[in-house]
């Protein structure tokens, strides 16, 4: 009930018809002191002898006054048959003075309004007595007319003609408030974001990197300094925690790592290993609690444009924070840094609208099962100029690390502690854009382009030649090659396509491998 209108003046409702029951023409009401006219009788406005005046209306019949402070009385004309609305009403007890004036500065009369229908002379007028005949039954209908028109009337203006109407039948027996029922208790019934969320936070832990030398480059959190944010989930029953390389990367080195859980709980933790290509990292709790329960895995190869996500993490060091999206695009190739250096990351990530932020960094990404399908590892910001670990805000393009690709990196460095790589045995430039993955002339410190006895080199690839399809993929960048590459494993026999003086030349060769980050 709207309560906007209190204090201010209510404006009488438009849609109240004038009352019925006025004098005949020509008759005067009674002055201060006298006794009303017996209007029932026709009386003029002289006393007729042979006519007895009625006695004064009982006390709990209020008699209409003539008067009003503010206004002259006036003849009140015959009111229009209202089609239904039948039978005379009595005003409750404490109906103000005057109000039958359709002109007066006061509301409308209350719901016990008599009858606008009828005879085309109209009903006795409002504090006349109610005729013997009339049914009494017929007043319930008249209220709820009423009272149904006042609360539209309320709907215009503001609710302050439904408090009045409300306010003066809180004493009748015919009131029409109804109350609301009381809702059910509510259900999150499995599947639904609630459901999943519940059931996976349990698993998914906040983590605090301090480096040992005071910076922490490559951290994710509120900025460089001591100590940086981002998140993990469990791995195993054993206590190994998945994330992402760079939320660790400057606390491996003589640093510390804290897990928190989303219960508040918080624990030690060391580097297991870690790949810097990949962007994966493995922890490993000490004196890890009994029960810790790791999250399920997914098949991130089954996951199609369009299912349903759920991101968990730590964006801004705000914990156990939970967001929603779809899987925008597959297959997506993602360099995490400026994708000219030999030291970036490179992922064929799955990309989602859900909102990754700073500190979202290596927290899973979940399907409306809630399995994890993908590592949440970098941004598109408007802001940062590229792709990477900004602390730019989400504007709905993240992307993460398949499942499939971290899973396999995860048991390599949980056996070996150095992640190993798939390789074609050649160095491609990884500058240029959309005319595919160009061999270059010489590799890195002055080596062969292609490694000699190398994968490429069996196959017959020479420097200058441009590799346009991988696996039937097209490539239209040395990033591109490189992220496809990589979601293989050494000893994998693969197809590509590629150029030379304007011919096109398809080969099969079997990757290679080159173990640790160095």
């Known amino acids: 009930m709207s309560t906007e209108n209190e204090g201010n003046a209510v404006p009488a409702a438009p849609s109240v018809p004038p009352v019925p029951g006025a004098a005949?023409?020509?008759s005067t009401s009674p002055g201060p002191g006298e006794a009303p006219h017996d209007a029932a009788h026709g009386s003029t406005g002289s006393p007729s002898p042979a006519v007895p005046s009625h006695p004064a209306p009982p006390a709990h019949e209020p008699?209409?006054?003539?008067?009003?402070?503010?206004?002259?009385?006036?003849?009140?004309?015959?009111?229009?048959?209202?089609?239904?609305?039948?039978?005379?009403?009595t005003p409750p007890a404490g109906a103000p003075a005057g109000a039958q004036h359709a002109g007066a500065d006061w509301p409308p009369p209350p719901p016990t309004l008599p009858s606008y229908g009828g005879t085309s002379g109209g009903g006795?007028?409002?504090?006349?007595?109610?005729?013997?005949?009339?049914?009494?039954?017929?007043?319930?209908?008249?209220?709820?007319?009423?009272?149904?028109?006042?609360?539209?009337?309320?709907?215009?203006?503001?609710?302050?003609?439904?408090?009045?109407?409300?306010?003066?039948?809180d004493d009748s027996s015919s009131s029409t408030t109804v109350s609301?029922?009381?809702?059910?208790?509510l259900k999150r019934e499995p599947g639904t974001v609630a459901a999943v969320a519940a059931n996976a936070l349990p698993s998914v832990v906040t983590i605090e990197a301090k480096?040992?030398?005071?910076?922490?480059?490559?951290?994710?959190?509120?900025?460089?300094?001591?100590?940086?944010?981002?998140?993990?989930f469990v791995y195993d029953k054993?206590?190994?925690?998945?994330?992402?390389?760079?939320?660790?990367?400057?606390?491996?080195?003589?640093?510390?790592?804290?897990?928190?859980?989303?219960?508040?709980?918080?624990?030690?933790?060391e580097v297991v290993g870690r790949a810097q290509g990949y962007d994966v990292a493995v922890l490993k709790l000490k004196n890890a609690p009994s029960g810790v329960e790791p999250l399920a895995l997914g098949d991130s190869e089954k996951v199609a444009v369009g299912d349903s996500t759920i991101a968990i993490g730590a964006?801004?060091?705000?914990?156990?924070?939970?967001?929603?999206?779809?899987?925008?695009?597959?297959?997506?190739?993602?360099?995490?840094?400026?994708?000219?250096?030999?030291?970036n990351s490179y992922m064929s990530a799955l990309q989602t609208d859900a909102s990754i932020n700073p500190g979202n960094s290596g927290g899973p990404l979940l399907d409306s099962r809630g399995a994890v399908i993908g590592i949440n590892s970098a941004i598109q910001s408007a802001?940062?100029?590229?792709?990477?670990?900004?602390?730019?805000?989400?504007?709905?393009?993240?992307?993460?690390?398949?499942?499939?690709?971290?899973?396999?990196?995860?048991?390599?460095?949980?056996?070996?502690?150095?992640?190993?790589?798939?390789?074609?045995?050649?160095?491609?430039?990884?500058?240029?854009?959309?005319?595919?993955?160009?061999?270059?002339?010489?590799?890195?410190?002055?080596?062969?382009?292609?490694?000699?006895?190398?994968?490429?080199?069996?196959?017959?690839?020479?420097?200058?030649?441009?590799?346009?399809?991988f696996n039937g993929k097209p490539i239209d960048s040395g990033p591109t090659l490189i992220s496809e590459i990589w979601t293989k494993k050494p000893g994998d026999k693969v197809t590509m396509t590629y150029e030379r003086d304007g011919e096109s030349h398809k080969v099969e060769l079997v990757l290679g491998e080159r173990k640790g980050d160095s």
């Open 180 to 185: 609301a029922a009381s809702p059910q208790d």
């Open 211 to 232: 480096s040992g030398g005071g910076g922490i480059e490559g951290s994710e959190g509120e900025g460089e300094g001591e100590g940086g944010t981002g998140t993990g």
């Open 315 to 343: 964006p801004f060091g705000l914990s156990n924070t939970v967001t929603t999206g779809i899987i925008s695009a597959k297959n997506r190739p993602v360099a995490s840094g400026d994708g000219s250096s030999g030291n």
């Open 24 to 26: 005949p023409e020509g």
């Open 124 to 169: 006795p007028a409002w504090g006349a007595p109610v005729p013997a005949h009339e049914p009494r039954r017929r007043r319930a209908g008249g209220l709820a007319a009423t009272v149904l028109a006042a609360a539209l009337v309320a709907g215009g203006v503001g609710g302050g003609i439904g408090y009045w109407a409300a306010e003066r039948v």
């Open 383 to 469: 802001g940062s100029g590229g792709f990477g670990q900004t602390q730019a805000g989400s504007i709905g393009l993240g992307f993460a690390i398949p499942i499939n690709q971290a899973k396999t990196v995860a048991e390599q460095l949980i056996k070996t502690g150095q992640p190993v790589y798939p390789v074609i045995g050649a160095t491609v430039d990884m500058s240029e854009q959309g005319s595919g993955a160009r061999i270059t002339e010489e590799g890195s410190g002055g080596s062969p382009a292609v490694t000699p006895n190398g994968p490429a080199a069996k196959a017959g690839l020479k420097p200058g030649d441009v590799i346009t399809t």
């Open 238 to 269: 054993e206590g190994h925690i998945l994330t992402n390389n760079h939320v660790v990367a400057s606390a491996a080195e003589g640093g510390t790592l804290s897990v928190i859980f989303s219960n508040g709980k918080k624990y030690d933790a």
């Open 63 to 89: 008699v209409a006054s003539a008067e009003q402070p503010g206004h002259s009385p006036r003849p009140e004309p015959a009111a229009a048959p209202v089609p239904g609305h039948g039978g005379d009403a």
